[in-house]
């Protein structure tokens, strides 16, 4: 059952009918805001009754979330998020169920929760902030901070090779893998809509501005005057293209590599490589391309999710042996009875 | 080689006696199948109507070397024509297959017991083995039992001669030789054992035909050798009537919390990760799927409990299984249940710690852990089973109490109950306390942490309710709204709201039922697995004029409300615990009363001699 076969009608939503009572509590001109406005724009458009919709964090600045969501939320303990919220679809495979994390939460102290509920494909949205510090303890690296990163933990420089979320995803097979950008409203749109058709679970990494701690973290992408030159924009079915003037693109090396390539001089569109959101090797290889750094879906593709093949179990004993018979349970093996 | 069923009239002229009881222990090497003949040997003397206890005890790995002290595997039984409390201190039989059993196990068995003895395991490698020189079979070593030694391994070999079995398979029946022997000499019927070989091996016809054959040479062996002059009686006991099946502490755990779903009317949601001695839960629920029992091999610990309250927060029952070491770990999510108030279940079958500790021994030390092991003041539920069929009604309770308080209970249990067994008297569904959930569906003056006035539980809703949505989470709420609050005075309050609805549990809890007279010269205070030993050895020390009773505490936290009164009534309080004295800190500390402990940490249950001793002991004192 996915999560678009449970939508039902309803009086249409906008986004206010998303935004709660609370006042938020991000610091002035944090990327959070722009990523709350972007899920809190698409949700009315899904199709799905508020009240089925929850939303489940970990701890850091990421995991205020649900508190601004007027639907169904859960702010739970630090990294756990993936766990909490694999037991309530489970049991629960009618509701959205929206995991929200960090760096930090996601990848350090949940990043097991993380991997075991990538690989299961258990059937929830997962949004991983990724600013590359620590934003709630003020300021110390985290796992995904760069080599040599000087923080308030590392006053030497970080020493600490760091994670590469879409390969963390990749490498454990999730079945729908993207990345986005706070400030980038439409891909973040897409993104989001795309992970709630995609039936079963999905990862979404979202590179986000934490302007006290590590301002500028994703300068290099969101800067208008060299964004085009440094992002990659990923769509299914079409060559893999960039540059400001459109002159750039990712072509297979004889050995297997992906080259950069400029186009002329004898190396026409049709030399490039097209997107394939099926093709695993590729998403595999775009993971650890950064510059250009890719934008958009790398992988999807469906497999059974989790919460579905546990039911459909249930289904099948109670179809083969009815509705359990407690009493007849109570007598199962050897009894005697006792005048 | 002819096999018949009937006695024949040199069996039958043999003397029958009659014995009250009768404690046996089986030891082998842990290839040996001396559990499954235990198990057998329970069935068989659970349908003669006797009343019954068995202590397994199994070393933590799964094939230490062959023949080596460190691989012997070990189940005792006790068997009586009287109510029976424990497995027995020690054995009356001893019957071991092979020398490192021997040494293991010789020091138990009581002054002029039976050494039943497997000769064939008795070679110079396995003499080498356990570390002897020479014999002890025939040594005159061992002059204080009854030594008879039978060739076990020959005869089993000689009776599948003709089956074309590889040695080592052949080899494998003798166990079935030993329960054949032990089933004529103690008057076991064994129809129920061949029924159960043919039923566990019907994929290998083989086996059914050599194990049945083994089985009923080992019987054959007793009526007509010469060797056993007497054959035992124990009479069926007189226990309550009613339908009796023979259960583990684990499997009773399973079912009782099965049974409290389905009166619920909801699901049930096991998050687990494997650990001894608690795996065995996990095992059975999985196979409940019928009842719509989910089962979730989680990746950790942690995430088994987070995902059991995921679960609970979606409105079904969820509950985590572990041991020790794995509590532990799950702490910091049973606080967030503490916190969000939502109801779960968490097991806890203990064994010796700390850390790894003894994971295939008993041990109760993790009382403190279940009541105080969490950061700040974080109040929930304890409840202790005594024995491995209380194991039901416990599993049972501690779903109803965190579904009507909507609170994390924590069930208390140990790797005693969990892999003892005993008769258990099967409940009906319909007899068992109703377990009323009500969710609340009504958007007029909601809010996630308005209390019931009687319980101080809030109320609990289904995500997908429309008009309900709220946020819950770990950071302190705002009395009644539950919107996240750093206000001071609040915290205070909501810090005894907490503890006040986990003391509104006492609502709950019935009379201390006092065994023996409510006043007198000593109380014995027990909770958990030491029921048994502490009860029999009550029962014995008043039937000589002691002015002893017993208290067994199934609630921990909060404690029964009129515990206190109860305390005043005798002279001395004694507690026997499995531990340093964790429960008689507690009774200190809330009665200001002079407990005193009476203390094992062995990885062994109470020998009732042992709390006979201590009790005598404290009077003394």
């Known amino acids: ?339 | 080689m002819t096999v018949e069923t009937q006695v024949d009239e040199a069996a039958a002229a043999k003397r029958k006696e009659q014995r009250e009881s009768v404690v046996i222990r089986f030891a082998g090497d842990s290839g040996d199948g001396m559990q499954l003949t235990g198990m057998q040997f329970t069935t068989e003397s659970a349908l003669a109507g006797n009343d019954i206890g068995t202590l397994p005890d199994f070393p933590a790995e799964i094939r230490a070397p062959a023949g080596t002290l460190a691989g012997v595997s070990g189940f005792q039984l006790n068997f009586s024509s009287l109510d029976i409390y424990t497995p027995g201190d020690n054995p009356d039989v001893l019957v071991v297959m092979n020398p490192a059993a021997l040494k293991v196990n010789i020091g138990d068995l009581k002054a002029g017991g039976l050494l039943l003895a497997d000769r064939d395991g008795f070679d110079e490698a396995n003499l080498k083995k356990a570390g002897y020189q020479g014999n002890p079979l025939e040594n005159g070593s061992l002059a204080k039992c009854q030594i008879v030694t039978v060739d076990m391994t020959g005869m089993t070999l000689r009776t599948l001669e003709d089956l074309k079995l590889s040695n080592k398979v052949a080899t494998r029946c003798k166990n079935f030789f030993a329960l054949g022997l032990c089933s004529w000499l103690y008057s076991r019927p064994i129809e129920p054992t061949i029924k159960w070989i043919q039923d566990k091996f019907r994929k290998t016809p083989e086996l059914v035909e050599a194990n049945t054959r083994v089985l009923k040479a080992g019987y054959h062996y007793g009526e007509t050798t010469e060797m056993f002059a007497v054959q035992y009686e124990v009479r069926p006991a007189r226990i309550p009537p009613g339908t009796y099946r023979n259960i583990t502490g684990n499997s009773a755990v399973a079912l009782g919390l099965v049974a409290a779903a389905k009166k619920a009317g909801l699901p049930l949601f096991l998050g687990s990760y494997p650990i001894t001695p608690a795996s065995d839960i996990l095992h059975e629920l999985s196979y409940y799927k019928q009842f719509g029992v989910l089962t979730f091999q989680a990746e950790d610990e942690i995430a088994g409990v987070c995902s059991a309250l995921g679960a609970s927060f979606g409105g079904v029952i969820g509950v985590t299984t572990s041991s020790g070491p794995g509590i532990a770990l799950k702490q910091e999510a049973i606080n967030l249940a503490v916190m969000v108030e939502l109801p779960l279940v968490i097991c806890n079958v203990q064994r010796g710690g700390p850390s790894t500790g003894l994971p295939t021994k008993t041990e109760q030390a993790d009382l403190l852990q279940a009541i105080f092991g969490r950061n700040s003041d974080s109040p929930l539920p304890v409840i202790a089973a005594a024995t491995p069929a209380d194991c039901f009604a416990a599993a049972y309770e501690a779903t109803r109490i965190a579904v009507k308080y909507m609170t994390p209970v924590i069930l208390l249990t140990d790797g005693y109950l969990a892999n003892g067994s005993e008769p258990w008297n099967l409940p009906r569904f319909e007899d068992l306390a109703p377990i009323p959930v009500e969710f609340r569906t009504d958007p007029n003056g909601f809010f996630p942490y308005l209390r019931d006035p009687k319980t101080l539980a809030r109320p609990w809703v289904r995500p997908g309710t429309p008009g309900l949505e709220h946020r819950i989470g770990g950071i302190e709420k705002a009395d009644g709204t539950g919107n996240i609050s750093y206000d001071p005075a609040n915290h205070e309050r909501m810090t005894h709201a907490r503890a006040r609805k986990v003391e509104a549990v006492q609502q709950d809890i019935p009379p201390t039922v006092v065994r023996g007279e409510p006043t007198g010269d000593l109380l014995v205070v027990g909770w958990g697995s030491t029921f048994g030993s502490i009860a029999a050895a009550v029962e014995q020390l008043r039937e000589q004029g002691t002015r002893v009773s017993q208290v067994h505490l199934r609630h921990l936290n909060p404690l029964p409300p009129d515990l206190g009164a109860v305390l005043k009534g005798f002279k001395k309080i004694l507690v026997p615990e499995m531990n340093m004295g964790q429960l008689r800190m507690i009774l200190r500390a809330t009665y200001l009363v002079d407990a005193v402990g009476l203390n094992k940490i062995q990885g062994q249950p109470f020998k009732v001699s042992e709390i006979a001793d201590g009790i005598r002991r404290a009077l003394e004192g």
């Not at chain 1, 001109?29 to 972007?38: F, K, N, R, T, V």
């Not at chain 1, 009240?51 to 701890?59: A, C, D, K, L, Q």
């Not at chain 1, 600013?131 to 080599?147: A, C, D, H, V």
């Not at chain 1, 440094?230 to 893999?240: M, N």
Request: charged residues 20%.
């Open chain 1, 1 to 339: 059952m996915s999560d678009a076969a449970t939508a039902t009608a309803t009086p249409k939503l906008t986004r206010k009918d998303f935004i709660s009572d609370q006042d938020v509590r991000w610091c002035p001109g944090c990327g959070d805001y722009s990523i709350l406005a972007q899920v809190q724009r698409v949700m009315p458009e899904l199709g799905v009754p508020r009240e089925r919709f929850v939303f489940v964090s970990g701890i850091g600045c990421s995991s205020r979330f649900p508190y601004y969501m007027n639907t169904y939320g859960f702010h739970s303990i630090h990294g756990r998020a993936p766990a909490i919220a694999s037991g309530l679809k489970i049991a629960r495979p009618d509701l959205s169920v929206w995991v929200v994390t960090g760096d930090g939460d996601g990848l350090s102290i949940g990043g097991n929760h993380l991997i075991h509920a990538l690989r299961r494909n258990v059937g929830l949205k997962i949004l991983l902030f990724n600013n590359r510090i620590y934003g709630l303890t003020k300021g110390q690296y985290s796992p995904t901070s760069e080599i040599g990163k000087v923080t308030k933990s590392t006053p030497f420089g970080s020493v600490d090779y760091p994670f590469n979320p879409i390969a963390v995803a990749m490498g454990v097979d999730a079945s729908f893998v993207a990345r986005t950008i706070d400030v980038e409203a439409k891909s973040l749109q897409d993104i989001l809509r795309r992970a709630y058709e995609h039936p079963g679970g999905a990862f979404i990494e979202i590179l986000q501005n934490c302007n006290i701690f590590n301002d500028g973290a994703w300068e290099r992408l969101t800067d208008k005057a060299t964004k085009a030159d440094t992002v990659l924009l990923l769509e299914h079915g079409k060559p893999l293209i960039f540059g400001k003037n459109r002159d750039k693109g990712l072509r297979l090396g004889a050995g297997g590599s992906l080259d950069v390539v400029t186009l002329g001089n004898g190396i026409s569109e049709s030399d490039l490589l097209v997107h394939d959101e099926r093709n695993r090797p590729l998403a595999y290889m775009l993971a650890h391309l950064e510059n250009p750094t890719p934008i958009g879906v790398f992988h999807a593709m469906a497999r059974p999710a989790y919460e579905d093949a546990m039911a459909r179990q249930v289904d099948a004993a109670r179809q083969k042996q009815g509705d359990g018979d407690i009493n007849a349970l109570f007598k199962r093996g050897e009894t005697w009875v006792v005048e």
